[in-house]
C-alpha cells in the first residue's frame, strides 16, 4: 500500500517515518510539508520523493500518515479521504467538533478505512491490560494522572503552537479518554474542575458502566513529577495500567498494521475515527466549562 506522510515535524521524524520506511506492507513512497525545505530534507533521509503539492501526492498513494497540528490535519484528512487515500492519523483528531465530524462524514461517504493513533492502544502491555479490564467489569472508580513536563524541559515539542495554546487537555487528554473509555464505557457527563498550575487541568467523568474516573492533566510539570498512572478499582481489586516496554515507532508499526487490517476485511477499527471523534466531542466539552470560568 503506497503510502505518503504529510508532515515534517519532531513527531514525524521520530515516529513516522521510521515506522512507515520498517514497515513491509506499506511502500513509503513520498513526505508532503508546509516547509518544502523540510520535507526534502526528511524525503531525501528516506529516499523518498519530496511533494510540493500535497494534491499531487494525493493523487498518486492509496493512503497518508498525518503528522500536522489537529486543526490542520482534520482540514487535511478530508481531502484525502475526499481523493480515496485511507488515513493513519494522529490524536487528537481535531480541535473543534465541526472538524472531527466533517473528518468521520468524508470517511464515511468515501468508504476508506481510518486509524487514529492512541499510542496506548498500540503498544502491547497497555494493550493486554485494557483488554483484560474491560472483559472483567465491574468497576467503581478510576484515576489518571497523564502528567508531561512538555513545557519544563527541552522538549522538541515545546514550542508547538497548538500546543502552546491549547495545554495538556488536548495533547495528554486523548490518552487518557483512549485508555478509559473502553474499559469504562462512554462518558455521560463531564465535570472540569478549577484549572491548576500552568496548564494543568482536572476533570471528572460520569461512565455510562457505572463508575467515575478523574483526570489530571498537565503539560507543566516538573519532571521529576512526570508520568502516567491510570488506577483502576472495582470488584477485582486494584489494578494500575502498565508501562510498555516498546516506545512509539513499534506502536506506529502497529497502528499501520491495524489499518492495512480495516482496509483488507472492512471492518472499522476501534481507534477509528468516530472513536477519535467522541473523543473531541468530551474535550470540547471541558473546554467550554473551562472557558466559562474564566470568562
Known amino acids: 500500500m503506497r503510502t505518503g506522510l504529510l508532515g515534517t515535524g519532531p513527531w514525524a521524524r521520530a515516529a513516522h517515518a521510521p515506522a512507515l520506511s520498517l514497515h513491509e506492507g506499506l511502500e513509503f513512497a513520498g513526505v508532503w510539508g508546509r516547509r518544502p525545505d523540510a520535507a526534502k530534507e526528511l524525503a531525501a533521509r528516506y529516499g523518498v520523493r519530496a511533494y510540493d503539492d500535497v494534491e499531487a501526492l494525493l493523487r498518486e498513494v492509496d493512503a497518508v500518515a498525518v503528522a500536522l497540528p489537529p486543526g490542520v490535519q482534520a482540514d487535511l484528512a478530508v481531502r484525502a479521504a475526499r481523493a480515496g487515500c485511507h488515513l493513519l492519523l494522529d490524536k487528537p483528531l481535531a480541535l473543534t467538533v465541526a472538524q472531527g465530524r466533517a473528518v468521520v462524514e468524508a470517511v464515511r461517504e468515501s468508504q476508506v478505512a481510518s486509524v487514529v493513533f492512541f499510542t496506548a492502544r498500540f503498544q502491547p502491555e497497555p494493550q493486554a491490560w485494557i483488554a483484560e479490564q474491560a472483559s472483567a467489569g ?11 513536563a512538555v513545557f519544563t524541559s527541552d522538549s522538541p515539542f515545546a514550542a508547538s503552537p497548538w500546543r502552546r495554546e491549547k495545554g495538556a487537555l488536548w495533547d495528554v487528554g486523548p490518552h487518557a479518554l483512549s485508555v478509559l473509555l473502553p474499559v469504562l464505557g462512554d462518558v455521560r457527563r463531564v465535570t472540569a474542575a478549577a484549572p491548576g498550575p500552568g496548564d494543568t487541568v482536572h476533570l471528572v467523568l460520569d461512565h455510562t458502566g457505572g463508575a467515575s474516573s478523574t483526570l ?45 487490517t480495516a482496509v483488507r ?29 474564566s470568562a
Open 265 to 293: 476485511t472492512g471492518r472499522a477499527h476501534p481507534c477509528d475515527a468516530a472513536f477519535a471523534l467522541r473523543v473531541t466531542e468530551i474535550l470540547a466539552t471541558a473546554q467550554e466549562q473551562l472557558d466559562g470560568r
Open 138 to 148: 465491574g468497576w467503581f472508580t478510576a484515576r489518571a494522572q497523564w502528567l508531561g
Open 216 to 260: 489530571t492533566l498537565s503539560l507543566t510539570a516538573p519532571p521529576a513529577a512526570a508520568g502516567a498512572v491510570v488506577e483502576l478499582r472495582g470488584e477485582a481489586g486494584v489494578t494500575l495500567l502498565p508501562d510498555s516496554s516498546e516506545g512509539a515507532v513499534p506502536a506506529f508499526v502497529r497502528a499501520a498494521d491495524a489499518l492495512l
